[in-house]
């Protein structure tokens, strides 16, 4: 069979000789995944200047992700990465080296956002966390150990996490993933089968194997909101801790409610809003002020600074009971 012969079948069937396998709906889902989402994921190097032990100055340096989620210079990262730093410094995949500029940083949540001095970038696309399913797959783009545009996959292992963060205050609503992450993978995004980002990678647990976790991106994108105007996160605080919480359908039948979830309430702090408003351990919060909470995450983004000095109405589940408390937050510091 001659050259000609062959090209003719080849053309025939579609593809040359030289091209790639088809690839499975896996494999393909985090290829298109790499080539849409990695071109806006940066590697992030800092500069700090801490004290020793005598007092003398010293300048260390650091090193996570970032990806930009607007083409004008916007990246998001987490607050670890850039907190406290005397410079920052962003390089994208296609050798793009800049400097950038710090918005603000929330340590609550772990999030920062950054600008560097560049217009055209290619810009990640923001998804949903709240409609996610435990089992679906996620991928994570970063660059641990100054390997960039490292990808690993897995899977949703879990949600409604929660984990310290470094001001005491505990980062709630995580996604927990198997998708490995390593030391400089921290602030790179976690994306779907659809190339859209869920999540913000931001911790593991030293010494476990495939215990990662990310924050959620509908929190992510409440607090670049509150970045981008403010500089920080300004907060309504209530004074509880809870979790994320099922209701049953015969408990939504007795109390009249159409809500499947709500927040299951942990510990109640002394002095607090929460505690005069009369909210015990072991409650259900399904409302505030009249819009539903499914969540932890949603009740944290309810209490902005909006809420602060305000008197709100709260919506409890105690037992088999449906009860109606006021209660007005204070700011949080």
């Known amino acids: 069979m001659d050259e000609a012969h062959l090209e003719a079948v080849a053309d025939r069937d ?4 030289n091209d790639p396998a088809p690839l499975d709906a896996y494999s ?4 298109d995944a790499v080539a849409r989402v990695g ?11 801490l004290a020793d032990r005598t007092g003398k100055m010293h300048e260390v340096s650091g090193a996570g992700s970032g990806f930009a989620f607007t ?8 607050s670890h990465v850039v907190h406290g730093a005397s410079s920052v410094h962003v390089v994208f995949p ?3 080296e800049l400097d950038a500029d710090p918005i603000g940083d929330d340590p609550t949540t772990d999030l920062a956002v950054v600008r560097v001095g560049a ?4 810009a990640a696309r923001l998804g949903r966390s709240g409609t996610l399913r435990v089992g679906q797959l996620a991928i994570a783009i970063g660059n641990p150990f100054g390997f960039e545009n490292t990808v690993t996959a897995g899977v949703i292992s879990a949600l409604g996490r929660s984990l310290p963060a470094r001001d005491g205050n505990p980062i709630e609503d995580l996604i927990q993933t198997d998708a490995a992450l390593n030391p400089g993978n921290s602030g790179g995004p976690l994306v779907n089968s659809a190339s859209e980002v869920i999540g913000v990678n931001t911790a593991i647990i030293p010494g476990a194997q495939a215990l990662c976790f990310a924050v959620g991106v509908d929190t992510a ?10 500089g920080r996160v300004r907060r309504a605080f209530i004074g509880l801790t809870g979790m994320t919480a099922t209701l049953p359908r015969l408990l939504q039948r007795v109390i009249g409610v159409d809500q499947a979830h709500g927040v299951r ?8 809003p929460a505690r005069t408003a009369g909210i015990e351990p072991g409650d259900l919060v399904i409302g505030l002020d009249g819009v539903a909470v499914s969540s932890i995450g949603e009740l944290r983004r309810l209490l902005d600074h909006s809420r602060i000095g305000r008197v709100c109405a709260v919506r409890v589940v105690r037992g088999a009971h449906l009860l109606h408390r006021v209660i007005t937050p204070r700011e949080q510091r």
Do not use: E, M, Y
């Open 94 to 96: 296609d050798g793009t």
């Open 265 to 272: 309430v942990g510990d109640v702090a002394p002095d607090s």
């Open 119 to 122: 217009s055209g970038l290619a």
């Open 221 to 230: 994108q409440w607090v670049v909101t509150q970045l981008l105007a403010h």
């Open 14 to 17: 579609g593809k040359g000789a």
């Open 39 to 49: 071109p806006s994921v940066g590697a992030i190097s800092v500069r700090r200047r």
């Open 71 to 78: 083409p004008d210079g916007f990246v998001l990262t987490n």
């Open 28 to 31: 393909q889902a985090v290829v």
